[in-house]
């Protein structure tokens, strides 16, 4: 078993590596997020459109649990690769499709455990989901892993680190205010097709930028807990610069 490493970057850093990842890839990452919306909700406004009410509850629900898992597996790869700064494409996003049953049962099994949880009692369920955030990082970078392992391995990954996803997530919530704000501000408009159109448009531009910020900003967190990266701590990074200075001070006094 790998030994547990504890996450101590901030939430600002964490974000700010977010950003970096994203710099040049905006338009990407943006046009990918798009595509998992597309196809996670396109086809239920159509079934919404064409069936009954009775239909559209039972034949969206079997759509959205059946395409959740992979979409989500294939969206987890394309924001792993941007952060990786390695070749992708917004079409990645399909790629958890060619994993349909690995990722589907690792979906189900990771939401049945965190119901069993709430049935005890909403904290322990909320608890149960942070322990199991990293199963599609997880499955994303070892395909071959069984699904009760990728589970076993956030578990472990997540031991002393769940408070600090948890104010990762929380950093965020600015955004969610502001989008709420502008939202209580469309609902004025006397308009109704205008207040409607003001807040697809509005929340549509919150959630293409804010989702893959904020998925950007966990495939750091992942990073870190599975050491693949290694971040300096503040007092080593003070201690080899004035190491090297010392050194350019010397070299400038030997010349």
Do not use: H
């Not at 994993?99 to 455990?113: E, I, T």
């Not at 599609?136 to 031991?159: Q, T």
């Amino acid at each position: 078993m790998n030994k547990n490493i504890i996450v101590t970057v901030s939430a600002s850093n964490m974000r700010a590596w977010g950003r970096q990842a994203l710099a040049e890839k905006w338009n990407q990452a943006i046009l990918g997020t798009l595509i998992y919306y597309l196809v996670s909700i396109a086809p239920v406004l159509i079934i919404a459109a064409i069936f009954d009410e009775l239909a559209v509850n039972i034949s969206t629900n079997i759509y959205s649990f059946l395409v959740s898992g992979p979409l989500l597996l294939g969206y987890t790869i394309f924001l792993i690769a941007i952060f990786r700064k390695k070749e992708t494409s917004p079409t990645e996003v399909f790629y958890g499709f060619e994993r349909f049953g690995k990722s589907f049962c690792l979906y189900f099994m990771m939401n049945l455990f965190i119901l069993l949880w709430m049935l005890l009692f909403i904290i322990p369920g909320f608890i149960a989901a942070l322990r199991y955030a990293m199963v599609f990082y997880i499955l994303a970078d070892n395909p071959n892993i069984p699904v009760m392992d990728a589970i076993r391995e956030s578990k472990r990954m997540m031991n002393g680190n769940k408070w600090k996803y948890f104010c990762l997530q929380l950093s965020f919530i600015g955004w969610f205010l502001l989008m709420t704000g502008f939202l209580l501000l469309l609902s004025l408009i006397p308009n109704s097709i205008a207040m409607t159109i003001g807040v697809v448009i509005v929340a549509g531009a919150f959630i293409l930028y804010l989702v893959p910020y904020m998925t950007a900003s966990c495939v750091g967190f992942y990073e870190v807990a599975n050491g693949n990266l290694r971040p300096r701590s503040p007092e080593l990074s003070e201690m080899q610069e004035n190491q090297e200075e010392q050194k350019e001070e010397a070299n400038a006094v030997e010349t």
